[in-house]
């Protein structure tokens, strides 16, 4: 029987993948507290909801629609398919409840200023946060996935192709939204910030801070071998 063998550095990548999915859970909570829009991906799903299927939970349609794309990523490249997909899909609801509850208790009526304070907080982490649990090589989110994927396999520049990808999800969420959608969310400038430039922010923490930090642990542990 052939003996299982972790990833190379698997510690620190492990480390990288669980501050990722953690601080990315705590950012969206922060990013709807700003209450200007949802994410792309949550205005899609939201929109989708409301439209087909609000005779369901939102939670269960959110893991049908994830258990969807998961099947997606396994046809199109498995490799991005690991334990921070998992940790996404069952515990970053219950992450993003808590940060919002308690970011909710300290500022119930945030000011427009304070708002605006969230909002950038929050784009900031969930760009660094993304960075590095992409960059750890563990998995990624199932909608994450997919841009990676098409990049790879077209050759285009990943920012660019996450763009296009938000932008899809926020014209679907807001064409079921203007079409009767149940509950459904319109863009905010949040959403639109998002759209723009989480794609731009997570290449610039890539080259910058998460591939540098993965290569320092490389060398450190061929230094140590």
């Not at 510690?11 to 990013?31: D, E, Q, W, Y």
């Not at 690991?82 to 945030?110: C, D, H, K, W």
């Not at 459904?184 to 723009?196: D, E, L, W």
Request: charged share 15%; net charge positive.
């Amino acid at each position: 029987m052939p003996k299982f063998k972790l990833p190379a550095n698997f510690k620190p990548r492990l480390v990288m993948t669980i501050l990722g999915v953690l601080l990315c859970s705590i950012a969206v909570g922060f990013f709807k507290c700003s209450r200007f829009g949802v994410d792309p991906f949550q205005c899609f799903s939201w929109g989708l909801w409301g439209k087909l299927a609000s005779a369901f939970p939102f939670g269960t349609f959110y893991i049908i629609v994830n258990a969807v794309l998961l099947i997606l990523d396994l046809f199109l490249d498995k490799h991005y398919i690991g334990i921070a997909t998992f940790i996404n899909l069952f515990l970053t609801g219950y992450i993003v409840s808590f940060s919002e509850s308690v970011i909710t208790r300290f500022a119930p009526e945030p000011t427009f200023a304070l708002r605006c304070i969230f909002l950038a907080v929050g784009v900031l982490i969930i760009c660094f946060a993304s960075s590095l649990y992409m960059t750890s090589d563990l998995g990624v989110s199932t909608y994450d996935a997919i841009p990676i994927i098409i990049a790879n396999k077209m050759n285009w520049q990943f920012r660019f192709v996450r763009i296009g990808t938000d932008i899809i999800c926020v014209l679907i969420g807001t064409i079921c939204v203007y079409l009767g959608a149940k509950d459904g969310q319109y863009p905010g400038v949040g959403t639109i910030i998002s759209a723009f430039f989480m794609g731009p922010l997570v290449d610039f923490f890539n080259r910058k801070f998460s591939r540098p930090l993965l290569a320092k642990f490389s060398e450190t542990a061929e230094a140590k071998a």
